[in-house]
């Protein structure tokens, strides 16, 4: 059964940091492209970034550029999110996303087959 699970949320401070982790069962998330995505109230789901297994830079939106970053530990079967220097308006539920290959669009939802079930990251002081 293919199954991602996301991990890692919580409530953190303006200025902080955290590491979501997106632990893959049922395939090899090597041989996939992995986005991560984030929803917060009200909105529609927005690409955060993506890695793909033949690219060496993952893709990022402009408004993370320089304070998130995605990596695999493949021995793990687990891509990771880390986000640095956060700030409220990346309060929101993160979801990972896996599809085989490459992400037609990296930021289209629409883009990816399987889905994990989201953490919640709140950034307040």
């Known amino acids: 059964q293919v199954q991602l699970v996301e991990s890692g949320g919580g409530l953190v401070q303006p200025g902080g940091s955290l590491r979501l982790s997106c632990a893959a069962s049922g395939f090899n998330l090597d041989y996939y492209a992995i986005g991560w995505f984030r929803q917060a109230p009200g909105k529609e789901r927005q690409g955060v970034g993506c890695?793909?297994?033949?690219?060496?830079?993952?893709y990022y939106r402009d408004s993370v550029k320089g304070r998130f970053t995605i990596f695999r530990e493949s021995a793990k079967n687990t891509v990771y999110l880390q986000m640095n220097s956060l700030t409220p308006e990346d309060t929101a539920v993160y979801y990972c996303?896996?599809?085989?290959?490459?992400?037609?669009?990296?930021?289209?939802?629409?883009?990816?087959?399987?889905w994990g079930q989201g953490t919640q990251v709140t950034v307040s002081s």
């Open positions: 996303a896996a599809t085989f290959g490459f992400a037609r669009n990296k930021e289209d939802p629409q883009s990816y087959n399987y």
């Open positions: 890695i793909t297994h033949s690219v060496d830079n993952p």
